[in-house]
T-cell receptor
């Protein structure tokens, strides 16, 4: 059974700092890994998707890495801004017991950027 | 472009009452559709998955059911709500290409409170 863990559960940093969010998963048989952002009471917004054959993806100030063999991914946010405050969720795609695709989510890291 | 809609946005229902949450997708055909639940302090849990009209896979046994009466319509239902059904319900879609590397796109969610 796939388990996804995100550490820390909450993080507060001053504006302008660079930061790293961590995600680990127990089953390396994944198809891809996705980082999402969730604002309070809102749905999920996809930030970056890394295929299992890739090592990293970049979008603007965001960089996500994937080490499938060790079951780890990081989300690097450069020059943080107050608008980056949100909960960040990591999810891995694998196969469910029914053979269908299944996303398994971590519980998220709540990020607060202090102006 | 594709869009996904969920309604209602918020719902307060008494224990034992019925439930019907609706999700529709625009701008794509034959999508894979998903229902997730996000309970307080827990990660997102996949409830149901559908690859086509009338085809529903259930990930976990529970008090809820799902139906897909039309290609781009996904409905989550219950005959009698339990307190434990409270949570944030998210609908998602992905391309029905069979590619396990496809990303999932999420709707805005429905906040359900059962009293």
């Amino acid at each position: 059974k796939q388990e996804v863990t995100q550490i820390p559960a909450a993080l507060s940093v001053p504006e302008g700092e660079n930061l790293v969010l961590n995600c680990s998963f127990t089953d390396s048989a994944i198809y891809n890994l996705q980082w999402f952002r969730q604002d309070p009471g809102k749905g999920l917004t996809s930030l970056l998707l890394i295929q299992s054959s890739q090592r990293e993806q970049t979008s603007g100030r965001l960089n996500a890495s994937l080490d499938k063999s060790s079951g780890r991914s990081t989300l690097y946010i450069a020059a943080s801004q107050p608008g980056d405050s949100a909960t960040y969720l990591c999810a891995v795609k694998g196969k469910s017991n029914f053979g269908n695709e299944k996303l398994t989510f971590g519980t998220g890291t709540r990020l607060t950027i202090i102006p | 472009s594709q869009t996904i809609h969920q309604w209602p946005a918020t719902l307060v229902q008494p224990v034992g009452s019925p439930l019907s949450l609706e999700c529709t997708v625009e701008g794509t055909s034959n999508p894979n559709l998903y229902w997730y639940r996000q309970a307080a302090g827990r990660g997102l849990q996949l409830l149901f998955y559908s690859v086509g009209i009338g085809q529903i896979s259930s990930e976990v046994p529970q008090n809820l059911s799902a139906s897909r009466p039309q290609d781009r319509q996904f409905i989550l239902s219950s005959k009698k709500l339990l307190l434990s059904d409270s949570g944030f319900y998210l609908c998602a879609w992905s391309l029905g290409s069979g590619m396990l590397t496809d990303t999932q796109y999420f709707g805005p969610g429905t906040r359900l409170t059962v009293l």
